[in-house]
């Protein structure tokens, strides 16, 4: 299977600044990727699904000008958290998506203070 | 860490059962189960908390067993709209969310 990376793992920030995520798929082209956030002992909430090369398309209630998807290429994704503030804690997950196959990041984890 | 899934992949045809199997060699908080189908995003089917339960309904369930270290998806007289891939997810009730297992795909013939 793919070997997918997130960087960084976990992340502490103070309001009002910007969290850049990184997400690699490491052999694997991912010509689609899912962006999610998980609050604690919550399931996995979609927040934007985005194509290469293409603009994300965002999940209602999610604000496209504060999570920042870039995707441009097929094995490299970041979600930028811009502003962040305390309630924007969470734990994102990225899920590259081609062909076939479907793989999930092992997330990072943002804490803002 | 990784939870462990099988089988990898499973072909059926419409109307037979399939069950499959998430484990960990730690005890967890929780599992939680999502279908994929190709070019979607995962869908959520359940979570699982307490060791020894079940949880679904009569087509689509799922078991915890009692030391919280693994769980099964149950899948009763499959239909097409069944196929998929189905993951796992766990929790380990630290601060880190979910690790999800590499996937069953599960392909329903008629």
């Known amino acids: 299977g793919a070997v997918v990376s997130q960087h960084p793992s976990r992340v502490i920030c103070k309001s009002g600044t910007s969290v850049k995520i990184e997400c690699r798929s490491l052999d694997f082209q991912a010509t689609t990727m899912f962006w999610y956030r998980q609050f604690p002992k919550q399931s996995l909430m979609l927040m934007a699904t985005s194509n290469e090369g293409s603009k994300a398309t965002y999940e209602q209630g999610v604000e496209k000008d504060k999570f920042l998807i870039n995707h441009a290429s097929l094995t490299l994704s970041t979600l930028t958290v811009t502003s962040a503030h305390p309630e924007d804690s969470s734990f994102y997950i990225c899920s590259p998506a081609g062909g076939d196959e479907q793989y999930f990041g092992p997330g990072t984890r943002l804490t803002v203070t | ?110």
């Open chain 2, 1 to 110: 860490q990784q939870p462990v899934q099988s089988p990898q992949a499973v072909i059926l045809r419409e109307g037979e059962d399939a069950v499959i199997n998430c484990s960990s060699s730690k005890a967890l908080y929780s599992v939680h189960w999502y279908r994929q189908k190709h070019g979607e995003a995962p869908v959520f089917l359940m979570i699982l908390l307490k060791g020894g339960e079940q949880k679904g309904h009569e087509k689509i369930s799922a078991s915890f067993n009692e030391k919280k270290q693994q769980s099964s998806l149950y899948l009763t007289a499959s239909q097409l709209s069944y196929s998929g891939t189905y993951f796992c997810g766990t929790e380990g009730g630290g601060a880190d969310g979910l690790t999800f297992g590499k996937g069953t795909h599960l392909i329903i013939q008629p």
